[in-house]
């Protein structure tokens, strides 16, 4: 095969082949609506849509009833037959990656346009990407073409990496470059910066003046630079979200500073990196305790938010089970799929000694990650979803599907959950005036789902969920998702997900002999 060699970017989408509209006038008719907010299902509505926005919510009668058609709004150009459907506000993933160079290790990295579908075909109408790997200049082009319908995308919220770790690209170094370098990234119309962590001088130039500009941030802060700033140093300096769990932790610990690695510890080698990175949690203050406490209190005085990406750790709990996901066999690009195998230097592929040790201690952790989670979302703290897909066995679309499952795990409500996803996303975006929940006035971002997703956020994933007909006796796979609609385009989801598989199975042609089993 002649594959190429060295870290390449996908390659952008360039033009769109599904969707239709958007329609001067769309009515919805007869849906079951979950506005995002946390309130319940309520309906039936009808839901008018002129020129990709909200425009009129009419509720048209009471559920059993039958619906008096002199109430209803006049017709639309086009309409969609809601009765018995759910409509929900389109997913909002807060953490997400337009692929990644790092798939280039192991053939061909998928195009942009296969990330596009998979998120689409998941109900994702908007991402916030986080530090535009492509390159900047790239991402705000393909941001453009999805604004303009050219492309089939979600909206795209671009983050830029701040360049100044040591194992990644480094050229900040004084606190007067970063406040340069951070108003120069404002000028070229990004919407926020994407940390790793910094020295602390550093950082908090950086944090700071990114605040006097009107940039929001997040940062991963990586273990080479946490001791130095976690994730509550950072939150006090005014860093927008933290993401994962890195940094947490160590805002815990009461009696240490550094957690306790191994004396042949090696952030280089991955194993070691994602292996010890699952005891954190157990060497900080207990849950209840008055560190506990305090700490959650000062992040929510702060305004904090925290993304959480339960899914892109989910594998260290039960490698067979991610490995062996539904999915794998049809929406898995070959060289992701490769990728995700064990191999040194591969980011995230460090499976070559995984134990059931391993797995225990992650259970651990999670226990007591998703229960500070949770904590905070009771106090009243926003927590958001994203997924951080095309790593560690997590496909792009499926993978916000499990995060969903993961924060009810967590202890959220079905409706909490859905709220994190929409209102809470566009909330950490600065973008609730404009999406994220269904609201005269707002784009239309909506899904139609034949099931209520409440009852089993499986029923959302492109494969599904296995249920047995009980009249035949057979097993049958229900999906809820529909359609997604993004500011008034609407895509059959099923038409999508043909289309991925089309694109999956071209890019095993040449050689399928390790491809995962297909449903």
């Known amino acids: 095969m002649n594959e190429p060699k060295g870290l390449f970017p996908a390659t952008p989408a360039t033009s769109r082949n599904a969707g239709i509209g958007p329609f001067k006038r769309l009515v919805l008719r007869g849906a079951t609506m979950i506005d995002g907010t946390g309130a319940p299902p309520s309906g039936p509505y009808d839901i ?72 689409l075909a998941h109900g994702v109408t908007t991402v916030r990407e986080m530090g535009s790997m492509n390159g900047l200049s790239y991402m ?31 050229t900040i170094f004084t606190p007067d470059q970063a406040r340069e370098w951070v108003r120069k990234i404002k000028a070229r119309g990004v919407d926020g910066i994407k940390f790793f962590g910094a020295p602390p001088a550093i950082m908090q130039a950086a944090l700071e003046e990114a605040k006097e500009q009107g940039l929001k941030t997040g940062c991963h802060h990586a273990q080479m630079a946490v001791t130095q700033v976690n994730a509550l140093t950072s939150a006090r300096w005014g860093l927008t979200s933290s993401e994962h769990y890195y940094g947490i932790p160590e805002a815990l ?3 240490r500073v550094v957690q306790n690695f191994p004396t042949d510890y090696n952030y280089g080698d991955e194993y070691f990196r994602f292996s010890v990175s699952g005891q954190m949690f157990a060497q900080a203050a207990s849950p209840g305790s008055r560190k506990w406490n305090d700490v959650l209190h000062e992040f929510l005085e702060l305004g904090h938010t925290f993304v959480p990406t339960f899914n892109i750790y989910d594998a260290n709990r039960d490698l067979m089970r991610a490995r062996r996901a539904d999915w794998h066999g049809d929406y898995s690009w070959k060289s992701v799929w490769r990728y995700f195998q064990p191999q040194r230097g591969g980011h995230g592929a460090y499976w070559y000694r995984w134990s059931v040790a391993n797995e225990i201690e992650w259970k651990r952790n999670y226990q007591i990650w998703m229960q500070f989670v949770n904590d905070y979302k009771n106090l009243g703290g926003r927590v958001c979803a994203g997924s951080d897909s095309g790593f560690i066995y997590q496909i792009y679309g499926f993978g916000l599907i499990r995060e969903l499952e ?8 079905p409706l909490e959950v859905l ?15 404009d999406t994220g929940s269904i609201d005269v006035g707002k784009r239309a971002d909506l899904l139609v789902h034949d099931f209520n997703p409440l009852e089993d ?63």
């Open 457 to 519: 956020f499986k029923l959302m994933y492109g494969t599904g969920a296995v249920r047995l007909n009980d009249d035949t006796g057979k097993v049958e796979w229900h999906r809820s998702l529909r359609y997604t609609i993004r500011a008034g385009l609407i895509y059959d989801t099923h038409e999508l997900l043909e289309q991925v598989k089309q694109m999956v199975n071209e890019s095993w042609q040449e050689d399928n002999a390790d491809r995962p089993p297909r449903r």
């Open 48 to 119: 008018v849509v002129e020129n990709g926005r909200i425009t009129e919510l009419k509720l048209v009668g009471a559920p059993l009833k039958a619906i008096n058609p002199k109430i209803r709004p006049s017709p639309g150009d086009h309409e969609i037959d809601c009765h018995g459907k759910f409509v929900t506000p389109g997913l909002i993933d807060c953490h997400s990656h337009v692929g990644t160079p790092y798939h280039s290790m192991s053939g061909v990295v998928p195009p942009a346009d296969y990330i596009y579908k998979l998120w």
């Open 406 to 413: 993961l924060l009810q795990e967590a202890g959220f409500h």
């Open 140 to 170: 705000m082009q393909q941001r453009e073409a999805a604004e303009r319908n050219e492309i089939a995308a979600p909206r795209m919220v671009l983050h830029s990496y701040f360049p100044a770790v040591n194992e990644r690209i480094k």
């Open 253 to 255: 610990f009461e009696n």
């Open 419 to 433: 709220r994190s996803a929409t209102s809470q996303g566009a909330e950490l975006l600065g973008i609730e005036d």
